[in-house]
Nanobody, 115 residues
Framework: QVQLVESGGGLVEPGGSLTLSCQASEYPSGFYVMAWYRQAPGKEREHVADISKFGITKYNPSVEGRFTISRDNARPTIFLQMDSLKPEDTAVYYC?????????WGQGTQVTVSS
């Protein structure tokens, strides 16, 4: 099973930026998608962004134009660059790895957007 460790969360003021990292033990074999999800207090976990093995990206409309997902091809790590952060972006952010035979989640990293 792929092991995932997120980092980079913290407290930031509205309008600020943060970059999250997700280090995987490996990329899944075959086709895979690496994704970011988030869960705010009292709400269901929601998809934020994902990137496929072939580099195709998808975004939640609420973050499109503000967040950018990317991948390091030299090592099994993905990133989430978050700009123009809003208080409603406050949540625990989780990394997810989806392969043909594996579906793994990280432990999450807290992002708090507040003045």
């Amino acid at each position: 099973q792929v092991q995932l460790v997120e980092s980079g969360g913290g407290l930031v003021e509205p309008g600020g930026s943060l970059t999250l990292s997700c280090q995987a033990s490996e990329y899944p074999s075959g086709f895979y998608v690496m994704a970011w999800y988030r869960q705010a207090p009292g709400k269901e976990r929601e998809h934020v962004a994902d990137i496929s093995k072939f580099g195709i990206t998808k975004y939640n409309p609420s973050v499109e134009g503000r967040f950018t997902i990317s991948r390091d091809n030299a090592r099994p790590t993905i990133f989430l660059q978050m700009d123009s952060l809003k208080p409603e972006d406050t949540a625990v952010y989780y990394c997810r790895s989806i392969g043909a035979t594996d579906d793994s989640w990280g432990q999450g990293t807290q992002v708090t957007v507040s003045s």
